[in-house]
């Protein structure tokens, strides 16, 4: 009889031990696993960069917290050209995504001739790392900045 007892209070700490190794080994292999993501941005109010004031364009790029962007620009008129001639206006827009530090611009399809990144975001009137156009369609822009250059003109960052 007591060697039964024994036997049986043997087992049931080898088996404790057993089980005790096991949750171990499960919550190692859970945090080696665990990939951390970036955290994405994610807007309650719309963000706008506004032109400063200026002679050449009036510039809107306007990020919607539905992940959607337009870009409004009101390219006015040379001062000695026709009054006739007016002002050329460029619509445009897309989706945004990204993190606390840069947003990508993916602009909806451009047509030829229509609208240039290259020229919108040149990098003449970069400062620093402002922006990087990706291809024709897509630029990333520093989010954490309070300005960046559009088309050579300073655009300031507010929340609506």
Excluded: H
Excluded at 82 to 106: C, K, M, P
Excluded at 137 to 152: A, Q, R
């Amino acid at each position: 009889m007591r060697n039964t007892i024994f036997l049986v209070l043997i087992l049931v700490i080898l088996s404790c031990q057993n089980e005790k190794s096991e949750k171990t080994q499960n919550v190692e292999l859970n945090t080696e696993t665990e990939i951390i993501q970036p955290e994405k941005l994610v807007f309650n109010d719309t963000v706008i960069y506004l032109s400063e004031n200026n002679d050449l364009a009036l510039i809107k790029l306007t990020l919607i917290p539905n992940q959607t962007f337009d870009l409004y620009m009101k390219i006015y008129p040379e001062p000695m050209q026709d009054v006739e001639t007016g002002s050329e206006i460029i619509n445009s827009n897309g989706t945004w995504s990204g993190n606390g530090q840069t947003v990508s611009l993916n602009f909806t399809e451009i047509k030829k001739d229509a609208l240039n990144l290259n020229a919108l975001f040149d990098l003449n009137y970069k400062e620093g790392n402002e922006f990087t156009v990706i291809n024709k369609n897509k630029v990333e822009i520093d989010y954490s900045l309070d300005k960046i250059n559009i088309w050579g003109i300073n655009c300031y960052k507010s929340e609506k």
